[in-house]
Nanobody
């Protein structure tokens, strides 16, 4: 069974920084891509940033230049450094692992439970 556990959310003032971390546990051979999504109240879940096992990254236009995603393939972890935070960044942030290969199956996607990020003065 694969589990994703996020940490690092919280309350921060506008212009501040937070770092989110996510660790995937279980019998994992490989993960193609890991990423962060967010969902604000009344809105659809949206991609924030993603990174492949080869290091290719993809960012939402709204966070380019402010957020940086990084990954440790050996540890199956992914982090999101968020700088210059804005009130509109307030949301529940979810970690996702795409195309996970385990001893029993391949190609499944997994989600974390979510961590709240609130940007407010």
């Amino acid at each position: 069974q694969v589990q994703l556990v996020e940490s690092g959310g919280g309350l921060v003032q506008p212009g501040g920084s937070l770092r989110l971390s996510c660790a995937a546990s279980g019998s994992i051979f490989s993960i193609y891509a890991m990423g962060w999504y967010r969902q604000a109240p009344g809105k659809q879940r949206e991609l924030v940033a993603a990174i492949t096992s080869g290091g290719s990254t993809n960012y939402a236009d709204s966070v380019k230049g402010r957020f940086t995603i990084s990954r440790d393939n050996a540890k199956n972890t992914v982090s999101l450094q968020m700088n210059s935070l804005k009130p509109e960044d307030t949301a529940v942030y979810y970690c996702k692992a795409d195309q996970v290969v385990t001893p029993s199956h391949r190609g499944y996607d997994y989600w974390g439970q979510g961590t709240q990020v609130t940007v407010s003065s």
